[in-house]
């Protein structure tokens, strides 16, 4: 299983931005696909996650309603639209799969490396 993740960058404050995972390898039996983050200084921690066979979306608190997780099955590749974005929302931003629990925890199976998202006030 290989991520590739792409679409990080610097925006102000209220911006979009849309990020972007290719997916390898990647089977139903692994569950779902999404993105953690990490800022400077702080632990890991889920942002949005859908599920690899049936399509559901999962999404932490602090994201919901300002972002979206979407897949193009043909393209194996999963989206983050990112919008009304937050300071508080810079971090490096890391394409992950496997067990929705887990992920809830800011854990992964899989790991892509990551893409920083910079936002300023």
């Known amino acids: 299983v290989q991520l590739q993740a792409s679409g990080g960058g610097l925006v102000q404050a209220g911006g979009s931005l849309r990020l972007s995972c290719a997916a390898s390898?990647?089977?139903?039996?692994?569950?779902?696909v999404g993105w953690c983050r990490q800022a400077p200084g702080k632990g890991r921690e889920f942002v949005a996650a859908i599920s690899w066979s049936g399509g559901d979306t999962y999404y932490a608190n602090s994201v919901k309603g300002r972002f979206t997780i979407s897949r193009d099955n043909a393209k194996n590749t999963v989206y983050l639209q990112m919008s009304s974005l937050k300071p508080e929302d810079t971090s490096v931003y890391y394409c992950?799969?496997?067990?929705?629990?887990?992920?809830?925890?800011?854990?992964?199976?899989?790991w892509g490396q990551g893409t920083l998202v910079t936002v300023s006030s």
């Open positions: 390898g990647i089977g139903f039996s692994l569950g779902a």
């Open positions: 992950v799969a496997g067990p929705i629990a887990t992920m809830r925890t800011g854990g992964a199976r899989v």
